[in-house]
Every structure is written in structure tokens, then in C-alpha cells.
């Protein structure tokens, strides 16, 4: 099989953001799951990353790309849209709309038919920006619930290259898409790419369901967990593909002298209590309420436990100009306040909040410092904060208590305690249980888990994605 030419990566931002400063714009990384994830991709192949620059004159932005030399295989490509466009398209149709429907939240929708209109204009302008840098023998890879509509706008403009597209969150269920009212628009323009991936078994078992029940006209059909759809003469091959991380630079960067050093001054800071740690952007998906509710149940019920641990929890800003996350932060500010101020003394602390984003060499001697990490979504993708402390976890010492609604659940459930974030007693228990765990037991688990993470790296998910874009389609046996 013929090798394709460049990859061209289309995400929403690109993987540094330029931000105001006194003097003018200034380049800094961009922060969250997805471009946390795709960098390693282009490291071994060169080609283009497509995607918002962020806020700044757009002659100063493409001057500052041009001088950048982070990664010389990679050509940065910015598309440059308006405070309006921004709007409507990302804080409008992509947050207020898809993000809460998808993680089944749909009383938080705001469905607004402008948003729908400058989502559609968007997404244009990307499909735009991709047709000026392709090539007939480019992969061009589609990423993530912004962008659903750019591969119908590429085959409109003329663009047969192979293409693909990976949903990084969750995909509903009937029941709950079916309020969507543009789903049939939707689901039609992901036909457009020739792979359509997703992160469990669940979200492609939704999504068909969704097509069967609003596209009947369809053919599907099935070889072993993949299928292929076929649609006004095209053919989309529909799989799982988890995504990963890549577990051998947060192994090696977790060892580094000056991160075990930091990780033991955190512990001696702590005065050998257990440290529960959470991560998580600042969002009502992560369900950090109901965490903070759950150690509140814990301290009230088990009155040993107090001053036997303290949770340090991370929240990184995220979309407070969205009314509903800043209403989020005030009363994830509230809860902290509360169980300190009813559980704490001079001497311990129940909760550290910390609401900024921390750089790597912090993160991972925290991952390394922690005892537990509760990871608790209410509905989550994949959940690559998981991934990242089992692989910080040098020691095997760590425990993992993840949420059963987070798509690294289907394969962490061997090795985590799984638990119902909803579920506050089911939590609390599971912090007693980590807590009471043997060092056998917590080496047992630890050493599965960072064999799973290690063997499903992001390396291996780009792989298997790309391959199965590139190769020619299979004879699959019709779904009855």
C-alpha cells in the first residue's frame, strides 16, 4: 500500500496560542486534552496542523508562526476568525449546545438557530484553510465535535484525499441527540469522511443507533467491532479507537531527579497524610461539586478519617466567559470554603484548592506525590488525566478511583475501583477502600493499569486510526 503524503491535522486551536501582551501578541502552549494528545502525533511525520491562533492582529500572528521553530515538521496554519464568529461558533453552537448534549446534560443547551449559522460559517472557513495546503495524496484527520461539518464542505469544494474524522467526547444516545435540531444535517456531513472513530463501543453503538433511526435509508454493515456505512455512493468505515498518551515521556519526564525531589517536599508538606488529588478543567462534566460533596460525606460519617488525608484539587480556568462556568467556580469556591471551615483546624487542611493551571514539572510531582486520584466525570470522552498519573506512578504506589462514566473505564475498570460519581456514599467508600488498601493489592493494581496505558499508547492510536483510513475497504457482512 502506497503511503499518503502529508498529514494535515484540523483541530479548533492550533497547538500554541498567541495572547495579548504589553508589547503585542505573544506565542504560548495551548492547553487541554486534545492538543495534549495530538502533539506527539506529527513528531515522526511532517505536514500541517490547521487551526485557531487564538486573539491578536492577524498580519502579527502570522509573522510570530513564521519565527517559530518548536517543531520543524510541522507547518502551522491559522484561521482567523472574528470576535463574533468566535462566539457564536465555539462559546455559542460548540459549548452551549454540543458539549452539554453530548455529555448528556441537554437541560444546559441553549439552542439558539444563530449559533447553528456561525457554526456552519466556521467550519467553512476551516474546510478553506485545509483546501489551500492539500494535496490528492494527502490524510487529512478531522478533530473533535467543532469541526463535524468540515469534511462535508472539503468533498463540496472538490477534495477526494482521504479523510477522516475523531470524536473526542462522548456521543449520546438516541433518546438524548434526537433533540438536536440539526441532527440529521449532522450525521449526514460525517459520511463525507471515509473513517469516522470514537473513543468507546458505547459512543459507536449510539451513534448507529442514531443512524438507523433518522437515516433508515442507509446500509450497514459489520466485520468484528468495525462498520462500514453506505450513503449516496459513499463508504464510511465506522470503529472504536481509545486514545492514549505517551506513557514513555511521562515515565521518564515522573523520574527526573528534580520531580522525585518535588514529590517527596509535597509529601513532607503534608505531613504523611494520604493525598487524594483531582485534576480537572473547570467544567460541570468533571463533576468536582459532587466530588467535594462526596469528602464532605466522608468527613461527616467517618470521623477517623479526618486529618488522615486532604485532597488536593486542581481546577484550570476554562470558558468563564460562558455564565454557566463562572456560576460552576463560585460554587465549587463555596463547597471548598464550607468543609474547610467546618472540618479544618490549625494543624490540617481537608481540601488544598488550586485554580490556575500548573506547569508539567508540578503536575507530575503531584501524579507522583498522590496516594489516590479521584477522577470522577459525570461523562467523559476518554479522561486522559488517569492515563497520565498511572503512568507518573514510578512506585506502582498509587491508587485510581475513576468515574464508570469515564470512557477510560472500559479499559482501566481492571486495576481502578470504579465508581458512580453520582453516587456520594459510593465514592466516599471507595476513598475508605484506597485508603485501607495493602501495598500488595495497590502494586497489583497499579502494575496492570500501567501495562494497559504503556501497550495503548497515542502512538499506537494514531497508527491504527491512520491505517485503517489508508486501507481499501473490506467486504463486511450486512447488520440484519
Known amino acids: 500500500m502506497k503511503p499518503a503524503g502529508d498529514m494535515i491535522l484540523v483541530s479548533n486551536r492550533l497547538p500554541i496560542t498567541t495572547e495579548m501582551g504589553p508589547r503585542g501578541p505573544v506565542l504560548k502552549p495551548s492547553s487541554?486534552?486534545?492538543?495534549?494528545?495530538?502533539?506527539?502525533?506529527?513528531?515522526?511525520?511532517?505536514?500541517?496542523?490547521?487551526?485557531?491562533?487564538?486573539?491578536?492582529?492577524?498580519?502579527?500572528?502570522?509573522?510570530?508562526?513564521?519565527?517559530?521553530?518548536?517543531?520543524?515538521?510541522?507547518?502551522?496554519?491559522?484561521?482567523?476568525?472574528?470576535?463574533?464568529?468566535?462566539?457564536?461558533?465555539?462559546?455559542?453552537?460548540?459549548?452551549e449546545i454540543v458539549w452539554p448534549l453530548f455529555h448528556d446534560l441537554q437541560s444546559r443547551c441553549n439552542f439558539d438557530p444563530t449559533y447553528w449559522e456561525a457554526y456552519v460559517h466556521a467550519n467553512r472557513k476551516f474546510a478553506e484553510a485545509v483546501?489551500?495546503?492539500?494535496?490528492?495524496d494527502s490524510l487529512i484527520w478531522v478533530h473533535d465535535y467543532h469541526l463535524m461539518l468540515v469534511g462535508d464542505f472539503l468533498r463540496e469544494n472538490g477534495i477526494h484525499s482521504r479523510l477522516g474524522f475523531f470524536l473526542h467526547i462522548p456521543f449520546p444516545p438516541l433518546d438524548i441527540?434526537?433533540?438536536?435540531?440539526?441532527?440529521?444535517?449532522?450525521?449526514?456531513?460525517?459520511?463525507?469522511?471515509?473513517?469516522?472513530?470514537?473513543?468507546?463501543?458505547?459512543?459507536?453503538?449510539?451513534f448507529l443507533g442514531c443512524v438507523r433511526h433518522f437515516l433508515p435509508e442507509i446500509e450497514l454493515h459489520r466485520d468484528d467491532e468495525q462498520v462500514r456505512v453506505s450513503i449516496d455512493k459513499r463508504s464510511t468505515l465506522i470503529r472504536t479507537f481509545p486514545i492514549g498518551i505517551d506513557y514513555d515521556e511521562f515515565a521518564r519526564h515522573a523520574a527526573q531527579p528534580e520531580i522525585v525531589e518535588r514529590a517527596a517536599q509535597i509529601r513532607r508538606?503534608?505531613?504523611?497524610?494520604?493525598?487524594?488529588?483531582?485534576?480537572?478543567?473547570?467544567?460541570?462534566?468533571?463533576?468536582?461539586?459532587?466530588?467535594?460533596?462526596?469528602?464532605?460525606?466522608?468527613?461527616?460519617?467517618?470521623?477517623?478519617?479526618?486529618?488522615?488525608?486532604?485532597?488536593v484539587q486542581i481546577v484550570v480556568p476554562s470558558r468563564e466567559q460562558i455564565p454557566k462556568y463562572g456560576e460552576l467556580k463560585l460554587e465549587i469556591e463555596t463547597l471548598v470554603s464550607q468543609i474547610n471551615g467546618q472540618y479544618g483546624d490549625p494543624g490540617w487542611m481537608p481540601v488544598h484548592y488550586i485554580h490556575r493551571s500548573l506547569d508539567r514539572p508540578e503536575l507530575l510531582a503531584l501524579y507522583r506525590a498522590a496516594?489516590?486520584?479521584?477522577?470522577?466525570?459525570?461523562?467523559?470522552?476518554?479522561?486522559?488525566?488517569?492515563?497520565?498519573?498511572?503512568?507518573?506512578?514510578?512506585?506502582?504506589?498509587?491508587?485510581?478511583?475513576?468515574?464508570?462514566?469515564?470512557?477510560?473505564?472500559?479499559?482501566?475498570?481492571?486495576?481502578?475501583?470504579l465508581v458512580n460519581p453520582y453516587d456520594i456514599q459510593c465514592v466516599a467508600d471507595a476513598v475508605q477502600q484506597a485508603c485501607a488498601m495493602t501495598e500488595e493489592e495497590r502494586v497489583s493494581r497499579m502494575r496492570k493499569l500501567r501495562r494497559r496505558v504503556k501497550n495503548e499508547n497515542v502512538f499506537r492510536w494514531c497508527e491504527r486510526f491512520c491505517s485503517y483510513l489508508e486501507s481499501p475497504g473490506r467486504s463486511l457482512r450486512a447488520i440484519a
Open 177 to 206: 441527540f434526537e433533540k438536536l435540531p440539526w441532527r440529521s444535517q449532522i450525521l449526514r456531513a460525517l459520511f463525507a469522511y471515509d473513517a469516522v472513530g470514537f473513543q468507546t463501543l458505547r459512543d459507536q453503538r449510539n
Open 131 to 136: 483546501g489551500r495546503v492539500s494535496r490528492p
Open 371 to 417: 496516594d489516590i486520584a479521584l477522577i470522577t466525570p459525570l461523562k467523559d470522552g476518554m479522561n486522559l488525566v488517569a492515563k497520565e498519573f498511572c503512568a507518573a506512578q514510578e512506585g506502582d504506589q498509587g491508587v485510581l478511583i475513576l468515574s464508570e462514566f469515564a470512557g477510560a473505564a472500559a479499559q482501566l475498570g481492571n486495576g481502578s475501583i
Open 32 to 95: 487541554g486534552g486534545l492538543v495534549t494528545a495530538l502533539r506527539p502525533v506529527l513528531r515522526t511525520r511532517k505536514g500541517y496542523w490547521i487551526g485557531w491562533p487564538g486573539d491578536g492582529p492577524e498580519d502579527q500572528i502570522q509573522r510570530l508562526l513564521a519565527k517559530d521553530r518548536s517543531d520543524s515538521q510541522v507547518h502551522l496554519v491559522p484561521v482567523s476568525l472574528t470576535p463574533s464568529e468566535r462566539k457564536g461558533f465555539y462559546a455559542g453552537f460548540s459549548n
Open 269 to 311: 508538606d503534608m505531613h504523611g497524610r494520604r493525598i487524594v488529588l483531582g485534576v480537572d478543567r473547570l467544567d460541570y462534566t468533571k463533576g468536582v461539586p459532587e466530588r467535594l460533596r462526596a469528602l464532605r460525606h466522608l468527613l461527616s460519617s467517618s470521623p477517623h478519617m479526618r486529618r488522615q488525608l486532604s485532597l
